[in-house]
Every structure is written in C-alpha cells, then in structure tokens.
C-alpha cells in the first residue's frame, strides 16, 4: 500500500459556486459592509444625485457572503428585490429604474452647474454622469 501525496484544491479549477468559509472578523467587517451600503442605498433614494442602485448591489454582494438573513431580507424588499433579481437575471435594468436615474441626474447637473464655482469640477463631474448614463441604457431591460 503506497502513500498518494496529498490532493491539491481543485474547487476554484472546476468552477464550484460554493464560497470557502470566512473568519468571523471578516463576516463582521463584510456584514457591516453590506448595512452601510443599504443606508446608503436608502438615502440615495431620496438625495438626487446619490445612487441607490450601486449600494444595493454591494449591499447584497457582502450580504450573501456574511449575513443570510440580510440577503433574505434584500431579496424579499418590494423596492430592492426586483432590482437585484433583475441584476441576477443577466444584468437587466428596468425602464422605470433608467427614467428614474436619468431624472435624478438631470435634477442633480442642473444643481451643480447652478451653484459649482470650478468649471473644471463641474466637467468632470458632468461626465462621469454622462458616461454612467449611456452605461445604464445600454442595460438590457427584463422580459415582461
């Protein structure tokens, strides 16, 4: 009987779903993480200019690794449940999330460019939503 040396881990090589195992430290800092970006994720609901939609991404990004029962919860929110299932489904953005985002950017550039007083602020700044924009409508939209 001859010895075989020890196998290496080839979960990573075959493609396995399943997450290794975190150390209670990081689940915390992870599940601190997502709470964040929900709070965040809400007032950005409210604050034009502030993304909602980003943070929730990340919010249930960190959940599903740290907290099950905050994934639950972010999965069965009627506001942010479609839109991660939406996500989930192939990237998909809803018409009403685009019209949404597009007004509040609207909202939100004809304040900076009211009260900003660094044209080269307000360019970049303008930019970056332009770009984000054209990112977010070129999202497939799901299937009804």
Not at 47 to 59: Q, S
Not at 67 to 79: G, N, Q
Request: aromatic residues 10%.
């Amino acid at each position: 009987m001859t010895d075989l040396p020890p196998q290496p881990d080839t979960s990573a090589q075959t493609g396995s779903l399943e997450p290794k195992p975190l150390s209670a430290p990081v689940r915390y800092l992870l599940m601190a993480f997502a709470l964040i970006c929900v709070l965040l994720g809400l007032i950005g609901a409210v604050v034009p200019g502030m993304p909602t939609t980003v943070f929730i991404l990340m919010a249930a990004w960190a959940a599903v690794r740290s907290s099950p029962r905050l994934h639950r919860w972010l999965y069965a929110h009627h506001i942010f449940g479609p839109l991660l299932r939406n996500w989930d489904a192939g990237g998909h953005v809803s018409r009403r999330v685009k019209w949404t985002a597009t007004a509040s950017m609207l909202l939100s550039g004809t304040l900076i460019l009211y009260v900003s007083h660094k044209p080269w602020l307000t360019a970049v700044t303008l930019s970056i939503m332009g770009c984000v924009l054209i990112w977010l409508w070129l999202r497939p939209e799901p299937q009804t």
